[in-house]
């Protein structure tokens, strides 16, 4: 009988993926990472619930020296980090699948709406998008390596959102109406600029707002508190719709333009995990998406020295350099990489 860990956040999903595989048969276990100090009860609750053992695992070191440290340096520089991502790679599937591995388990399992799948042709596990196209997750876990993802199952893949709230319901499952977690674990407000601030207990300094050519525009209160493609919040009035086009954190100013100055065919990206296949040939037609609720669209990939150019068939609006792209071909992830400032060398 495969041994199975199930991390628990407290939540429906990883609720309802422990109950499926102990279904299938599985020797279950329940565990969760501490990582920002919040109460872990939830999650002891839903083990209890289900009879199952109940582990917890403190990282809350590792989260804070990688996954905020990043998300701040990455902000500090000009870029919008996406936090979840290196925390699936590094916490997640890493720490975590690591001390899971070792208490002699064979595989890790999570709530994440995504599905795995061996392909003896390339010898490689596959990557593909879930049934549930509203909830798909594997934008997030395209860093995801072939060791992690050989040792995790995603059992709610097959499942959309509403049967996996009528399974809780059925089983009796306290938490089968609570809502879906929106905001960043450790800025639960929302509010990355007055998080940031607090972390490094200082205001960041004012700088300018300018135009293309460099004409000053007015005053930012930090250049923290703002991302590509923002409009509202930035306090200033120029009479027409003004947008963020790019951020220069060497020179401290936020560049302010029309919309139509954020559509862009030609995206680069560095440190690209490639799932599905090795580095491809040039001119690898896939579809792609720059943020997690966009839509792929169609482009052809370009290879570089340490990265990728995708050139899409239709402009896509406001790729913000820290964010990730992510190719697809068809349900089954490529792979993906970080969104570099334009023009940067990769």
């Known amino acids: 009988m495969k041994q199975i860990m199930v991390a628990l956040s407290g939540g429906v999903d990883s609720a309802v993926a422990a109950h499926l595989l102990q279904k299938k048969g599985y020797s279950v276990s329940g565990c969760t990472l501490q990582l920002t100090g919040l109460d872990i009860t939830d999650a002891q ?22 996954v905020i440290a990043d998300f701040a340096t990455c902000y500090e520089r000009g870029e919008t980090p996406n936090p979840c991502i290196i925390c699936n790679k590094l916490i997640k599937f890493g720490l975590l699948l690591e001390h ?16 795995t799948q061996y392909d003896a042709a390339s010898g490689r596990t596959l990557l ?3 049934q549930d196209k509203a909830k798909d997750q594997t934008y997030m876990l395209y860093s995801l390596t072939q060791h992690q993802l050989s040792h995790t199952l995603f059992p709610l893949g097959e499942f959309t959102k509403p049967q996996i709230r009528q399974i809780a319901t059925e089983i009796g499952l306290t938490n089968a109406n609570k809502p879906d977690s929106q905001d960043i674990c450790f800025v639960p407000d929302g509010d990355y600029g007055q998080f940031l601030e607090g972390l490094r207990s200082t205001p960041y300094p004012q ?29 200033i009035a ?3 719709p003004t947008f963020v086009l790019a951020k220069d954190a060497r020179r401290n100013r936020v560049i302010l333009g029309p919309e139509s100055r954020l ?14 296949c090795k580095a491809p040939t040039n001119g690898m037609m896939v579809t792609a998406k720059t943020r997690y609720s966009q839509k792929e669209a169609e482009a052809c990939l370009h290879m570089t020295e340490t990265g990728v150019i995708a050139e899409f068939k239709e402009p896509q609006r406001a790729p913000a350099p820290g964010q990730a792209m ?11 990489g970080t969104i570099v400032q334009d023009g940067e060398t990769i």
């Open 45 to 66: 609750e839903v083990a209890n619930r289900l009879g199952v053992p109940f582990f917890s695992f403190n990282e809350q070191i590792a989260f804070r020296n990688h």
């Open 100 to 115: 899971v591995l070792k208490m002699g388990y064979e595989y890790i399992a999570t709530g994440h709406y995504a599905k």
């Open 128 to 130: 593909l998008r879930a």
């Open 207 to 235: 700088g300018d707002f300018v135009d293309e050519t460099g004409n000053c525009l007015g005053h930012h209160r930090g250049i923290v508190h703002y991302t590509i493609g923002q409009r509202k919040g930035l306090g």
């Open 238 to 240: 120029l009479g027409t």
């Open 263 to 276: 559509f862009t065919r030609r995206i680069a990206a560095r440190d690209i995990n490639w799932i599905a």
């Open 326 to 336: 992510v190719f697809y071909d068809g349900d089954v992830v490529v792979g993906g």
